[in-house]
């Protein structure tokens, strides 16, 4: 497995990571036992990054990462958010990004996940109560006490990285990377290289689309994807013609497309790390395996080429659930 430093001053970790939102359940019934063992074979296999949030599961996941890490916390990387409102396994209801209430949760985070520090903590989203700074600030002081190891944040504009980073280093922007997923590429991904922070590269498969095996037949009443506009029934059947091309390319070379929009993520450059998420044990080792591959410019520009963003049917955002709709910040 490859190593790769986040940010100047970051954490090292595989370049393939292991995204836990799928271990709630969003996506199919999820045993926990299997879910340990797939953890613990992440780990074997030379994934070092565990990537997570509080509210997955109303912090059942991280409850699940400490028993899965006992005896082997020093094998890890976690990464978990902090900031989001949430009263229950569902998503979240807001945000809060004060001092007061990140301090709870990431003491909260501590306990569940059963260690005594967080290697790299998100603020979940900005909260547009607080400015960034304060809530920034809140973060370096735990960085300060030893209890957060790094800071990053997820889902933000240039803009606010820059606002972030003056008041402490940031290590990484975690936020959606893909083949049909680009817009980082416009302006926070130059930010982030221009300050030495690192990117997370999250839902590199575009939540499973990129391996051309979903369909609106296989989506399960309580997927998460339904509330996801480019799934609803017509964004998705205008979408899967934009796998076509992408299916040939894949024949000719030999490569699995999940393995192949993966290895294109990664070979967008050293400073950019992937979180595939997955229940299961095939897939897992599937995605370590494009950790290997190695992609020409030509075959990247090739693969870029079939999803032209003007293309691509439907917002990569989730719509907000109705209750919580005026609390749901705008994407900063």
């Not at 953890?39 to 990537?51: C, F, I, Q």
């Not at 599961?57 to 900031?83: M, P, S």
């Not at 690192?198 to 939540?207: F, I, K, T």
């Not at 400073?271 to 080792?285: C, F, K, M, Q, S």
Request: aromatic share 4%; with cysteine.
């Amino acid at each position: 497995m490859d190593i790769r430093k986040l940010g100047a001053a970051g954490p090292e970790v595989s370049a393939v990571g292991l995204g836990c939102l799928g271990l709630t359940g969003g996506y199919g019934p999820v045993d926990e036992d299997a879910a340990v063992a797939l953890v613990r074979e992440a780990l074997e296999r030379g994934v070092t990054l565990l990537d997570t949030a509080d509210f997955y599961g109303g912090g059942g996941v991280e409850t699940l990462l400490g028993r899965a890490l006992a005896g082997v916390r020093d094998r890890a990387v976690i990464a978990t958010r902090g900031g989001a409102v949430f009263s229950g396994p569902g998503r979240p209801t807001g945000f809060d990004g004060s001092p007061a209430y990140l301090r709870r949760a990431c003491e909260a985070s501590l306990a569940r996940l059963g260690t005594d520090r967080i290697d790299l903590y998100y603020l979940a989203r900005v909260d547009p109560a607080v400015p960034v700074e304060e809530s920034v600030g809140a973060l370096a002081e735990l960085v300060a006490e030893g209890k957060i190891g790094h800071i990053g944040l997820s889902e933000v504009s240039a803009g606010v990285l820059r606002r972030a980073h003056a008041v402490h280093p940031v290590a990484a922007v975690a936020t959606e990377y893909s083949l049909w997923s680009r817009d980082v590429e416009d302006t926070v991904l130059p930010a982030a290289r221009e300050l030495g922070v690192g990117l997370v590269a999250c839902s590199p498969l575009g939540r499973g689309f990129l391996t051309g095996t979903v369909d609106a037949a296989s989506l399960g009443a309580r997927d998460y994807r339904r509330n996801h506009p480019r799934f609803s029934p017509e964004n998705l059947a205008r979408n899967t013609g934009l796998l076509v091309d992408a299916a040939r390319i894949a024949a000719e070379s030999g490569i699995p497309p999940a393995r192949l929009a993966l290895a294109w993520v990664l070979g967008r450059g050293d400073d950019i790390v992937a979180i595939p998420g997955t229940r299961r044990r095939a897939h897992l080792l599937e995605n370590i395996a494009a950790a290997a591959e190695r992609l020409g410019p030509a075959h990247a520009e090739r693969l870029a080429a079939c999803f032209p963003p003007d293309a691509v049917a439907g917002s990569r955002l989730p719509q907000p659930p109705t209750a919580a709709r005026s609390q749901e910040p705008a994407r900063p």
